[in-house]
């Protein structure tokens, strides 16, 4: 379609022009010229619609981007809504390396979790306002846990948990276990 003919174009009810056929096409797909914009070439009897020389690309609706975008934006928020605080959990019970009460706590949960995953079941644990921490010398904790463990029907049983932990400070890891099941308060 590219021609070196010369086209004109009725505008504002003139005649303007000199105009090619990628010019043309520019103005009519950018919203520059209407559709019922006339054109005329030498060998024409009479004026035609601009879209008999040019196509009209359909032109994307300026509702959809932002639409996507919000769409998009919601469904990542859903899935942190749903996700977030399982990873969040998870993070904390695998990345403590101080000595500190919290992070014993946090070390403590990952082991009474890893034992009851093994017996597939899903333990959801009190705060840790709820939980009683004691450091010992020789960088050693004493965890004591509580929380409902939930096995594959959905009954959930009221545990308590004993952890005895042990503090590595060359490489700054928690490890504890077994857990001692105590008795429900």
Not at 69 to 82: D, E, G, H, P, Q
Not at 147 to 152: E, K, S
Not at 159 to 178: A, D, H, I, L
Request: aromatic letters at 10%; hydrophobic letters at 40%; charged letters at 20%.
């Amino acid at each position: 379609m590219n021609s070196p003919e010369c086209f004109y174009l009725h505008l504002a009810g003139a005649q303007q022009g000199p105009y090619t056929i990628p010019q043309i096409d520019h103005l009519l797909n950018s919203g520059l010229i209407g559709i019922e914009t006339l054109y005329w070439c030498e060998g024409l009897d009479q004026w035609q619609p601009v879209t008999t020389l040019v196509p009209l690309r359909k032109k994307p609706k300026r509702w959809m981007k932002p639409a996507i975008a919000a769409t998009v934006m919601l469904l990542v928020a859903l899935i942190a809504r749903l996700f977030g605080p399982v990873l969040m959990d998870g993070w904390h019970e695998a990345n403590q390396h101080r000595f500190t009460q919290s992070a014993a706590y946090w070390r403590a949960r990952d082991v009474v979790r890893s034992e009851l995953r093994t017996r597939g079941l899903f333990v959801e644990f009190a705060p840790f306002s709820n939980a009683r921490v004691e450091l010992e010398p020789a960088a050693k904790a004493h965890v004591s846990l509580r929380g409902l463990v939930i096995d594959g029907t959905g009954t959930s049983v009221q545990k308590t948990w004993e952890v005895p932990m042990q503090f590595n400070s060359e490489f700054g890891e928690w490890s504890g276990g077994p857990s001692a099941e105590a008795t429900a308060p």
